[in-house]
């Protein structure tokens, strides 16, 4: 007969994360949470990314994360991390070539802890990317809990793909139309992931899909979102037409660091590098929020022409702004930018083209606007600075997001695209100005800013997310013997 049994010594989980910026941020953070919960964390990703981590995040992760870098046969040298898709498709290979070391280590954990202070993990908490990790749970007999870095509207659909499968709805048709998805309103081909659409490489079709049709046998999925914000998405991943396996849904974000959610004030210690320091000084100099921020996170990177319109519509917009500038790798700033638009707008712009301090730039009193792509936690950011957004979605869930962003949340525009789905330097000068200071862009500020306030109370004692967390604690530490 099954009875209860709850761990005496410190509980320890494995966490295993994809490895792309925008799913090791958020996991790193919960492992902290989840550290500072009293857990031991041993945390793993592929090597490059784990010295990454090192090198840049050591100083403020929780004493109790172990960090582990698993080697990815990817010659070093040939990650060349944030250079757009190709990188992205490099992941994948990355991503499926971790398995042998982590099934080795996972084993190496159980066996020492025999000998050791460190219990063995309770549960591998693994991104929804690792779907072998499934197998690897499965054979050492402990749950596998998912980590979802997209939203929960979009984790409706993933629950759904085996239906959609079978209906032949998924790879998507170009000209597809009115999908009906259980609980939302129809969506068009275009709208759905950009991984299951007929046009997207084959390799990523079935990477997505492989991994995706897993999620119904995990033990539960911790998604970085919260009911305030998502409420009905959340209600409809429990019902019946969704989630026929009952598998927990434990919506617990937003995942991000307590300072940035409690808008404290910024220390300088916070920003040591001279990226930083520089966004920083330019930014103490511009007007209370006038400065659009624009930024397409750590893969996507637009085609030279969407560059160019971006560049003619800030130019026209006459606002200050702050860019973080990737070329695609064939470009220069000084040839492919339109002629005399680094000189034109030099009293008013400000051009990264390294990594940037995107949390400390967001909390900025002077931003005012996000041009984003609409990576999850680019919008989740956004939101919980009240910064509104103006949407360009690339590639992934993005599509879907911006909607969510414009016609859900109503917190941000979206560009409409012309010719060759690029979106016009006219219309990005309209909908600039109309972000910064148009009266929509106002209504869209408060919007934001009351929903700033509803993530700093969800995450607190008592709030929808503290109480997903401790009722996941009680789970994850609760073992069936
Ligand atoms: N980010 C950053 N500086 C940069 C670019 C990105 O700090 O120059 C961070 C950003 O704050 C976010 C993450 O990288 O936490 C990007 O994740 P997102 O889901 O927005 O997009 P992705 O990179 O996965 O497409």
Known sequence: MACEQVQAQAPHVVFLAFPTQGHIIPAIQFSNTLASEGFIVTFMCAEQRIAKIRKSQGAELNPSIRLIGLPDNVPLGELRIDEGADSFLLSLRIADNMAPAFEQTVNGLIKDSKESHVPPPLCIISDFFVSWSQDIANKFQIPRYVFYTSPASHLTLVLYLPRLLEQGIVPVAPDARGIVIPGRPPLDGSEMPWDWQQSSPKEVNEFSFRNQLRLHESSG????????????????????AINPNKVPIYPLGPILPSWFLKGEPINDEAFPDQTGNECMQWLDAQAPSSVLYVSFGSVA??????????????????????WILRLPPSATEATDLPEGFLSRTHSRGLIISTWAPQLLILSHPSTGGFMSHCGWNSILESICSGVPILALPQFAEQFLNSRLVAEQLRVGLKLQRGTDDVAESDEIEIAVRELIQGEEGRAMKKRARALKEEAARVVAEGGSSHTTLNAFVQAATTTHA
């Open 221 to 240: 999925i911790l998604i970085n979102t919260f009911y305030e914000l998502e409420g009905e998405a959340i209600d409809a991943l429990r019902t019946e």
């Open 301 to 322: 990177i637009p085609t030279i022409r969407q560059i160019q319109e971006i560049a003619r519509g800030l130019d026209a917009s006459q606002q200050a702004f702050l």
